[in-house]
């Protein structure tokens, strides 16, 4: 199995090139899984099309209600918007953003109605 595809370490330097082919050996002896390549837990480990998706809808109702509170000089909606779309930031699972979403607008619905 060839890592050039996985890992886009093929060029530079000779240390580099070495770490490759330590790489490549595990794996073909079977002592290194594929889950444990370099990377595969990194910054976006973790992340599946439906978090993706969810933090796309999420984050650009926050910044419509970040732009409609920027435009009508309202509090509730400015924070609101900032604060839905830091929760895409920071939520790693769909389900638990979308909670925390929904309660970031009832928050700023009950705060522009009632204040």
Do not use: E, H
């Amino acid at each position: 199995m060839n890592l050039a595809c996985f890992w886009p370490m093929t060029t530079g330097n000779l240390q580099s090139k070495f770490a490759l082919r330590t790489i490549n050996v595990a794996l073909l002896r079977g002592q290194m899984d594929t889950d444990q390549l370099p990377g595969s837990a990194g910054l976006f480990a973790g992340f599946t099309s439906a978090t993706l998706f969810a933090a796309l809808i999420w984050g650009s109702i926050g910044l419509g209600f970040f732009i409609y509170g920027k435009k009508q000089k309202s509090f509730a909606p400015l924070l609101g918007g900032l604060a839905l779309m830091g929760i895409t930031y920071f939520i790693g699972s769909a389900l638990w953003m979308s909670i925390a979403a929904v309660a970031i607008i009832a928050g700023v619905w009950f705060w522009s109605r009632y204040n």
